[in-house]
Nanobody
Framework: QVQLVESGGGLVQAGGSLRLSCAAS????????AGWFRQAPGKEREFVAV????????LYADSVKERFVISRDNAQNMVYLQMNDLKPDDTAVYYC?????????????????WGQGTQVTVSS
């Protein structure tokens, strides 16, 4: 069983940066793909980014490409999302997720574990 706990959310002005962290329990996490999703008020959950278990592959949503960077530290069982040049449209609850495969994609249904989420609010 894997448990995920996100941190690092907060309020930031447009153009600013935040770094989200996801702490995972269980050694098995190191062999799983890890991703970030987000859900804004009144909208469906959407894919943000995913990274393979050994960090050799990443995938980003078009809306965050060139602004966000996903990374992981398997020695520490951590996954990160560096968010730069934030925009008001990035306001959402951000969720960390893990899939019991080496790599995964955009579909949330492919992920097996989810964190509780951390709020990111970007003011204009």
């Amino acid at each position: 069983q894997v448990q995920l706990v996100e941190s690092g959310g907060g309020l930031v002005q447009a153009g600013g940066s935040l770094r989200l962290s996801c702490a995972a329990s269980g050694r098995a996490f190191r062999t799983y793909a890890a991703g970030w999703f987000r859900q804004a008020p009144g909208k469906e959950r959407e894919f943000v980014a995913v990274i393979s278990w050994i960090s050799d592959r990443t995938l980003y949503a078009d809306s965050v490409k060139e602004r966000f960077v996903i990374s992981r530290d398997n020695a520490q069982n951590m996954v990160y999302l560096q968010m730069n040049d934030l925009k008001p449209d990035d306001t959402a609850v951000y969720y960390c997720a893990a899939a019991r495969t080496a790599y995964s994609g955009r579909d949330g249904a492919d992920y097996d574990y989810w964190g509780q989420g951390t709020q990111v609010t970007v003011s204009s």
